[in-house]
C-alpha cells in the first residue's frame, strides 16, 4: 500500500494524466500491440543524422529500444547502458545525482550527453544532468568522435536521448512501481489526436516517485513531467512542440576508505550502507525545464528541412560532506574518518538549434543522401563554489551525526561563463548499385567562450577558437548480410575555464580509426558488430584532489567491441556484448604518469541479457529474463599503485501479460554482491560501492 503521505503526489499525477486519458478514450482502436519485444534496433538516426540503417553506416553504434529498457526495469540511464559495449556506465557505484559515463575510455558526463540530437553541455562542471528513462522512446549510442554532425563533443562518443513524441492514434499507460528501499513510484503515459484530420495531437508523460536507496539517509526522489504537441499543417509540415519539467532531490554519494573495503581493517568490513556525511546538512536539490519544437518540412520527394531547437534551464544546490580518509593515529584504532565540507551553486541556460538540409540525389545506380546544416549554441552558466570546510571527524564504525561544528569558508570561486559556438557541417552518404556505401563529412565550427570571476570582478578567461572536423567511412553490404566497414572521424572541444594560475585551456581534439563487420541475417530479426578502434585525445582537462581543474597532455584509448542483438520466433530475445580496453597516458605534465593505464576504467567488460516466453508450449503471456554483467579489475590510482577487483552481477525479471496488463518483478545484482565499485585517490584511497540487490514489483495497464 502506498502511504497516505504519498496520496496528494498520485492525485496530482491522476489529474494531470485524466485530459489525456479523456482523450484517448473517446477513440475506437479495434487492435493495438500491448507489449511487444523489439530488441533490434532498425535505424540510428544518430549516427548519420538520416534514416540510414545500422548496418549501412561506418562506425560502432548501439540502439537501446523502449522494449529493452521495459524489460530490464532501467529507472536511470546508467542503468540502460549496463550492457552497451564500450561504455562504463557506473565508474562511481551508487549515484543518484548525475549521470556519469565514460566511452572508450574517456568521460562524456560533461559533453556528451545529448537529448534530441541536441547537447546538454556543462561547462565548468556547472551543472549536472540524470535524465528519466521514462520519458525515452530509445537511447541511441554512436561511439567514437562525432563532431562533424554535432559539433563540440567528447571524443569516446555521445549519448542521445530520443524523447516520446505524439502518435496517430489514441492510447495510454498507467502504472505503479514498489520495491525494497521502501520504493513507491506512480507513472503514466498517454496521448490522442484530437480531431478527426490528425491535424493536432499531443502526449503527455509523468512520473513520480519517493524512494530512500541503498545508502542510509540519502533518498532518491523526483518528480518528472513531459508534454508534445504536434500541429500537422499539411502532409508535408508539422511542428511539434516540446517541454519538459524534473525535479530531483537526494544527496552526495558516498566515498569509503579503502581499509575497511578494498584492504582488511581490524574492526570489519565498513558497511556499504555506511553515510560518511551529516544528514542535516548534505543536500542535492536540481530543478530543470525546458522548452522546444521539431520544425519539419518535405518541399518534395528529395528535399527536406528539419528545424530542432531548444531552450534549457538548469538550477542546482550542491552540499556535500566527503571523508578524507581514516587516521593514521593508532589511538584511533582504524576507526576515524576526517571529513571536509563542500557547497556548490549552479545556474546554466542554454539556447541551442539545429537546422539541417536533406536532399537525395542521384540514380538507381548512384545515389547520394547529402546533409547540410548549420547549427549555434549560447550556453550562460554560474557556479559558485565553497569547498574544504573542515568538520568534526567521525567513527565510520559507530557513526554519530548532528555533531559537526562548520562554517561555511570563503567562496573558493565564483564564476560567470559565456559559451557560443557556431558550426556549419556537410555530409554525403553515397551508394553504389544498393552495395557499396561512403559516408564523407567535414565541418567548422568557431566557438568563444569566457569566464568572469566575481571574486576578482575581472575576466578571468576570453578566447575564440576555430577548427576543421574531417570524417570519412566506407561500408560494402554482401548479399549474405555480411557489411565489412572502416572509418575515420575528429573531435572538438572548447575548454572552458582556467587552470589554478589562471592560464586559459587549450581546446581538445580527439582522432580515431576504426575498421569492423556487421551482419544482419536473412533468416532471423538480429544485428551483430564486430569493431576494433585506435582512438587518441588531446589537451583533456581533469580536477586534482583539491578540485582545481588542470591539462594534460595527449592520451591513447585502443580496444575491441562486440554486440549482437537477436530476437528469435521461438521467443528468445537476448543482448550480449565485450569490450576490450587499452588505455595509455602518451603526454602528461607529470612524467611519472606517462605509460600509465586511466584509472577506473576496466579492460574487459561482458554482459549478456535473455528474455523469453513461453510460446512454444502455449504460455505466450509468461517470461522471463536473466542477466549477467562482468567487469575486470580497475587501477584506483594515476600511478596504477592500487587495484580494484573484478566482479561479476546477475539480473532476473519475471514478467506476465493479460487482457492489456502487464506484471513484472526485476531483480538486480540477484545474489546481493556487495562490491567496490572503483576506487580513486583523494589524499587517500577512497571506494565507491556497487548497487546491491534492488527487488521492483511493477504494475503496468495499456489501452
Excluded at 217 to 246: E, H, I, K, M, N
Excluded at 451 to 480: C, I, N, P
Excluded at 602 to 609: E, S, V
Aim: proline share 5%; aromatic share 12%.
Amino acid at each position: 500500500m502506498i502511504k497516505k503521505s504519498h496520496g496528494s503526489l498520485l492525485l496530482t499525477l491522476a489529474a494531470l494524466a485524466q485530459p489525456m486519458v479523456c482523450l484517448a478514450q473517446s477513440e475506437t482502436v479495434e487492435e493495438v500491440v500491448v507489449f511487444g519485444k523489439d530488441f533490434v534496433p532498425p535505424v540510428n538516426s544518430s549516427g548519420t543524422k538520416s534514416d540510414t540503417p545500422p548496418i549501412e553506416t561506418p562506425a560502432s553504434l548501439s540502439v537501446i529500444s523502449r522494449d529493452l529498457l521495459d524489460s530490464w526495469g532501467a529507472s536511470k540511464l546508467t542503468e540502460a547502458l549496463r550492457y552497451t559495449p564500450g561504455v562504463n556506465a557506473e565508474p562511481f557505484g551508487v549515484e543518484p545525482r548525475f549521470t556519469s559515463v565514460n566511452m572508450r575510455g574517456f568521460t562524456a558526463a560533461a559533453a556528451g550527453i545529448f537529448r534530441d540530437g541536441l547537447a546538454l553541455i556543462n561547462p565548468g562542471w556547472a551543472v549536472s544532468y540524470n535524465l528519466e528513462p521514462y520519458g525515452a522512446e530509445r537511447v541511441e549510442v554512436p561511439r567514437g568522435p562525432a563532431s562533424v554532425l554535432y559539433g563540440q563533443g567528447s571524443p569516446g562518443g555521445l549519448i542521445n536521448f530520443v524523447s516520446k513524441l505524439p502518435k496517430d492514434q489514441a492510447f495510454g499507460e498507467v502504472g505503479l512501481e514498489f520495491g525494497n528501499n521502501d520504493r513507491k513510484q506512480a507513472q503514466f503515459d498517454v496521448g490522442s489526436s484530437f480531431d478527426d484530420a490528425g491535424t493536432w495531437s499531443g502526449r503527455l508523460t509523468g512520473l513520480i516517485r519517493e524512494s530512500d536507496t541503498q545508502i542510509d539517509y540519502v533518498p532518491d526522489d523526483r518528480q518528472f513531467l513531459a508534454g508534445s504537441l504536434r500541429w500537422r499543417l499539411s502532409d508535408d509540415t508539422s511542428f511539434t512542440f516540446l517541454g519538459t519539467y524534473q525535479q530531483d532531490k537526494t544527496k552526495p554519494s558516498q566515498s569509503l576508505p579503502a581499509l575497511g573495503m578494498l584492504e582488511p581493517n581490524p574492526n570489519g568490513r565498513i558497511p556499504v550502507s555506511r553515510f560518511s556525511g551529516e544528514p542535516g546538512l548534505d543536500d542535492y536539490d536540481r530543478s530543470e525545464f525546458s522548452v522546444g519544437y521539431q520544425f519539419e518540412h518535405r518541399f518534395n520527394d528529395s528535399v527536406r528541412f528539419f528545424q530542432n531547437t531548444r531552450y534549457n534551464d538548469v538550477k542546482l544546490t550542491e552540499i556535500a560532506v566527503y571523508s578524507m580518509g581514516i587516521s593514521q593515529n593508532p589511538a584511533d584504532a582504524d576507526r576515524i574518518v576526517f571529513r571536509r565540507a563542500a557547497f556548490s551553486y549552479g545556474t546554466l541556460e542554454g539556447l541551442t538549434i539545429d537546422n539541417q538540409l536533406h536532399v537525395a540525389l542521384g540514380s538507381d545506380a548512384v545515389k547520394h543522401k547529402v546533409l547540410a546544416g548549420v547549427d549555434y549554441q549560447d550556453v550562460s552558466a554560474w557556479h559558485r563554489q565553497h569547498h574544504n570546510a573542515t568538520l568534526t571527524p567521525i567513527d565510520i564504525f559507530a557513526p554519530v551525526y548532528g555533531v559537526a561544528n562548520i562554517t561555511r569558508p570563503a567562496p573558493w570561486g565564483d564564476d560567470d561563463i559565456e559559451l557560443d559556438q557556431l558550426g556549419v557541417y556537410l555530409q554525403d552518404e553515397i551508394k553504389i548499385q544498393e552495395k557499396l556505401i561512403f559516408n564523407l563529412g567535414a565541418r567548422y565550427d568557431r566557438a568563444t567562450s569566457s569566464t568572469y570571476s566575481r571574486l576578482s570582478q575581472s575576466k578571468t578567461q576570453d578566447q575564440t577558437d576555430d577548427e576543421l572536423s574531417l570524417r570519412g567511412g566506407v561500408v560494402y553490404v554482401f548479399d549474405s548480410g555480411f557489411a565489412p566497414y572502416a572509418s575515420y572521424a575528429e573531435s572538438f572541444l572548447p575548454s572552458s575555464g582556467v587552470d589554478a594560475a589562471g592560464n586559459p585551456f587549450d581546446p581538445e581534439t580527439g582522432r580515431q580509426y576504426e575498421v569492423g563487420v556487421k551482419y544482419q541475417p536473412k533468416s532471423f530479426n538480429g544485428l551483430f558488430t564486430l569493431a576494433l578502434f585506435d582512438l587518441e585525445r588531446t589537451n583533456f582537462v581533469d580536477r586534482d584532489d583539491d578540485f582545481n581543474l588542470f591539462q594534460t597532455g595527449k592520451a591513447s584509448s585502443r580496444g575491441v567491441e562486440l554486440e549482437a542483438f537477436t530476437a528469435m520466433d521461438n521467443g528468445l530475445s537476448y543482448i550480449a556484448s565485450y569490450s576490450y580496453l587499452d588505455t595509455e597516458q602518451k603526454e602528461n605534465m607529470l612524467p611519472e604518469l606517462i605509460g600509465k593505464q586511466f584509472p577506473q576504467i576496466p579492460k574487459h567488460k561482458a554482459a549478456l541479457w535473455l528474455d523469453y516466453n513461453f510460446k512454444s508450449i502455449g504460455l505466450d503471456a509468461l517470461g522471463v529474463g536473466f542477466g549477467a554483467r562482468y567487469q575486470s579489475s580497475t587501477f584506483s590510482d594515476d600511478l596504477n599503485t592500487v587495484e580494484s577487483p573484478s566482479y561479476t552481477l546477475y539480473d532476473a525479471a519475471v514478467h506476465y501479460e493479460w487482457n492489456n496488463m502487464r506484471v513484472a518483478l526485476n531483480i538486480q545484482n540477484l545474489a546481493d554482491k556487495e562490491y567496490a565499485s572503483s576506487c580513486f585517490t583523494r589524499f587517500s584511497v577512497l571506494c565507491t560501492v556497487g548497487e546491491t540487490r534492488s527487488i521492483r514489483g511493477s504494475f503496468r495497464y495499456r489501452w
